[in-house]
């Protein structure tokens, strides 16, 4: 049993590409008993689970798919679709994951998070996070009517294109301390996250880090097999 | 016109040489030189486009003259039945791959000269053999190494016809 890890796909209607690569990705890695981990950002915007849009019923249809094919999928909520709730996960067929999930294998525990959470220097995204995740503020956010919604994400998918909010160099990156301080929180000495968009292994002392890329010109993934993690990259462009 | 003939079939191509005359120029040394004899389409993703010109059938890369300029920003359009050449994530690194979009690919179109937005240069367009891409286009791919997308059985370019009409070109 292999178990992969994926994150910040960031699906979009104006990008079918990506969903194309998932769907090979799918197809072409992954076998009856594997399981598929969706570390966040699965989907550029998140408007509810309501979201009637072609793109949400062919991921839906897309993962639950896996679980046919006996491959268990695991989803966790990203900063860009935090309303990813349970009536998604009960038609994709997904466990949606806490923001914090320690999974074991032969080598001990592992810690996994989409990775928002370790950026504590970006003062105003952590306040936002704050009141985006207040059960209020996501009842409200998921009562607006349908179409208000949809307009919403269209505006947000317009904006973060224009400011290229998905490159790297316009998130902030994790801070070292808090990722020690969480890692040992949780009893934890490897950590796989995503987020940032700075696929890379990094070392905290005895303590190792993964972090997965954002998917564009290559798609990236983790592997875990018999306590081996290798992060690995493939072409989506021609 | 440059006929890539096949094991599946003859595939008949028209450059573009007011438009993209690098990748044109490019395009018609290798078919010159042979280099495509022998290659394979080795990256086939159905709704999307398939690539070929630069591995042989054991998956060896083959090694192409210097990459050329990107001439994305010449107005040609990613839709169905063009080609372009493929590249790595440099914008101006396209040797010898090319690609023959079955879908149309707005996303790989020119919009600005920056990494992110250069694209991917259309260069010619199939004229004749287009039933022979989409047959292509659907066969039965896997993954191979650290290649995904390989067709299960091998697509050749056994022959680079060129006719008389680029002779002077």
């Not at chain 1, 197809?27 to 594997?34: S, Y």
């Not at chain 1, 998921?142 to 294109?161: D, G, I, M, N, T």
């Not at chain 1, 790297?168 to 009893?187: K, L, R």
């Not at chain 1, 996250?193 to 070392?203: D, L, S, V």
Request: charged share 25%.
């Amino acid at each position: 049993m292999t178990r992969f890890f994926i994150s910040d796909l960031h699906l979009a209607p104006e990008r079918p590409e990506l969903l194309a690569a998932l769907e090979q990705f799918c197809a072409q890695r992954l076998a009856r008993g594997d399981q598929l981990y969706i570390l966040g950002d699965l989907f550029e915007a998140w408007i509810g689970d309501d979201d009637p849009s072609a793109l949400a019923t062919q991921v839906k249809d897309l993962l639950a798919g896996l679980n046919q094919r006996e491959v268990d999928c695991f989803v966790q909520q990203g900063n860009r679709d935090f309303l990813l709730g349970k009536r998604f996960a009960r038609e994709s067929q997904c466990k949606m994951l806490g923001d914090y999930v320690v999974i074991k294998d032969s080598g001990g525990a592992i810690l996994l998070t989409h990775g928002d959470l370790l950026c504590t220097d970006d003062v105003d995204y952590q306040r936002f996070r704050r009141k985006s995740r207040n059960p209020l503020y996501r009842f409200v956010l998921s009562h607006l009517p349908l179409r208000r919604r949809q307009r919403l994400a269209s505006e947000w998918r317009a904006k973060s294109r224009a400011a290229s909010a998905n490159k790297a160099s316009s998130i902030m990156d994790v801070n070292e301390e808090t990722v020690v301080q969480v890692m040992a929180e949780h009893q934890v000495t490897r950590l796989i996250h995503g987020h940032t968009h700075r696929p890379n292994i990094h070392q905290h002392g005895a303590k190792t880090r993964w972090v997965l890329g954002d998917w564009g010109d290559f798609g990236w993934y983790i592997a875990l097999e018999k306590g081996a993690i290798s992060l690995e990259k493939f072409a989506i462009t021609p | 016109m440059i006929t890539l003939r096949t094991n599946m079939g003859d595939i008949a191509i028209e450059l573009d040489f007011e438009k993209a005359p690098l990748s044109a120029a490019n395009f018609l040394q290798y078919a010159r030189d042979g280099f495509y004899n022998g290659t394979i389409f080795h990256r086939v993703i159905n709704g999307f486009m398939v690539q070929g010109g630069g591995m042989d059938s054991d998956m060896n890369q083959k090694e192409g003259r210097s990459p050329i300029e990107n001439e994305a920003d010449n107005g040609l359009k990613n839709e169905i039945g063009t080609l372009a050449m493929a590249r790595t994530n440099d914008p101006h690194s396209a040797s010898s791959q090319f690609f023959i979009n079955v879908a149309d690919n707005q996303f790989l179109n020119h919009s600005g000269k920056n990494p992110q937005g250069w694209g991917y240069a259309v260069f010619g367009k199939v004229v004749d053999g287009m039933d022979v891409v989409n047959t292509i286009k659907e066969v039965r791919t896997g993954s191979s190494g650290f290649h995904q997308d390989v067709p299960a059985d091998a697509i050749e370019i056994t022959e680079t016809l060129i006719s008389d009409a680029y002779a002077d070109r």
